[in-house]
């Protein structure tokens, strides 16, 4: 009897192995708040439209940020707050550091790839190209946590994806050297890294980017702190020099709000195809342009809205022809 019911156990616990995460999410402690933070290393902003949500600073190094830029935050550096991060994060990038590889993956991720709950490990230097998916498979708590034994760089538009009730608070990302996120990139969940961090021009960061070592240098960027909700797939953020694009996925239209009126004759759209190749452009006269999307045959495209030939924001667009 007793064997018959180990037996049923086990093929309960297999029949529910794909949903379950192996694995442990590191301890932030005090850098759980920060959006950027680097324990020994220089911290520089170059561009006005950078847009931070969360706390930043460093410990060691020269620190020079907002202004220019905007945090919603707080500014720690050279603190009782820094030193004790220093140590957090070291300790938080050896507990990723010692866990055990679920499954080991090529150096080159992305290209629409799809991934579900694990611990990943790649051996060497990694570069992230067009879309990584992440599929939590309905489990809102699934854990992904990638092991990089050296740098990890994306390109152009490349872009993590959440989807099935995946979160931004169980993706991490532990980097054995420099993390650099390509220009208008989208990238999704908290990079421990053992380098410097770079975010290109108009790169987008949902999550945090702390450094054990390593120079922080920012160009534009938006980057905010995981909340405790879950992400779609196609996350929006929003200021004072943005826009809203909906429907979207969309069909034959889609329209263009934008959220500050005062901006109308000053912003341009341009769409690309995932080539990198110009479909369309528009000049966004109206606080709403409606767009006629019957040409844009089904497939991901990315955008990029220009004010005066600088990109104030970019992302990425779902026809569905």
Same mark, same amino acid.
């Given at each position: 009897m007793k064997t018959k019911l180990l037996i049923s156990l086990s093929v309960i616990f297999l029949f529910f192995m794909p949903n379950f995460s192996f694995g442990q999410a590191p301890n932030l402690g005090t850098t759980a708040s920060f959006a950027l933070y680097t324990a020994d290393g220089g911290f520089t902003n170059i561009g006005n439209d950078t847009y931070v949500i969360g706390n930043v600073g460093n410990h060691v190094g020269e620190f020079s940020a907002f202004a220019p830029g905007t945090l919603v935050g707080e500014k720690h550096v050279k603190d009782a707050v820094s030193?004790?991060?220093?140590?957090?994060?070291?300790?938080?990038?050896?507990?990723?550091?010692?866990?055990?590889?679920?499954?080991?993956?090529?150096?080159?991720?992305?290209?629409?790839?799809?991934?579900?709950? $694990?611990?990943?490990?790649?051996? =060497?230097? =990694?570069?992230?190209?067009?879309?990584?998916?992440?599929?939590?498979?309905? $489990?809102?708590?699934?854990?992904?946590?990638?092991?990089?034994?050296?740098?990890?760089?994306?390109?152009?538009?490349? $872009?993590?994806?959440?989807?099935?009730?995946? =979160?931004?608070?169980?993706?991490?990302?532990?980097?054995?050297?420099?993390?650099?996120?390509?220009?208008?990139?989208?990238?999704?969940?908290?990079?421990?890294?053992?380098?410097?961090?770079?975010?290109?021009?108009?790169?987008?960061?949902f999550g945090r980017a702390l450094s054990t070592a390593g120079a922080i240098s920012l160009h534009n960027n938006k980057v905010t702190v995981p909340a405790n909700g879950v992400s779609t797939g196609v996350a929006t953020f929003s200021n004072a020099h943005s826009v809203s694009i909906s429907p979207n996925p969309f069909n034959t239209f889609t329209t263009i709000k934008l959220n500050d009126a005062s901006k109308s004759n000053n912003y341009k759209l341009k769409i690309y195809n995932i080539l990198g190749s110009e479909v369309m452009q528009s000049n966004l006269s109206k606080q709403l342009t409606t767009l006629n999307t019957s040409n844009l045959h089904s497939g991901i495209y990315f955008y990029k809205v220009m004010e005066n030939n600088k990109v104030v924001q970019s992302g990425k667009l779902i026809s569905k022809q």
């Open positions: 030193t004790t991060a220093a140590t957090d994060v070291l300790t938080a990038y050896s507990d990723l550091f010692s866990l055990n590889c679920g499954l080991v993956l090529d150096t080159l991720l992305g290209t629409n790839q799809v991934l579900t709950p $694990n611990v990943y490990c790649i051996g =060497s230097a =990694s570069t992230l190209k067009g879309d990584l998916i992440l599929d939590a498979q309905g $489990n809102p708590d699934a854990l992904f946590i990638f092991k990089i034994n050296g740098a990890l760089s994306t390109s152009t538009f490349a $872009n993590v994806v959440l989807t099935n009730q995946a =979160s931004l608070k169980n993706v991490y990302w532990q980097v054995g050297g420099a993390f650099s996120l390509g220009d208008s990139s989208v990238f999704r969940g908290t990079v421990i890294a053992d380098g410097a961090i770079n975010l290109l021009e108009a790169s987008s960061l």
